[in-house]
């Protein structure tokens, strides 16, 4: 959530390191958590 708020802050100052946080964000969401996948398994 930090992330996303951090990215509309700095979108009006510098929107390309705006836009890398924001593909930073959505990388992190394609990576598979180790956790959830356990949990999945059980």
Known sequence: ???YLTTI???FVY???S???FLGVA???LIP???IEK???E
């Open 9 to 11: 802050a700095t979108a």
């Open 1 to 3: 959530m930090f992330a």
């Open 19 to 21: 836009v890398i946080i």
């Open 33 to 35: 958590d180790k956790n």
């Open 27 to 29: 990388i992190m969401w």
């Open 39 to 41: 949990a999945m398994e």
């Open 15 to 17: 929107p390309v390191i």
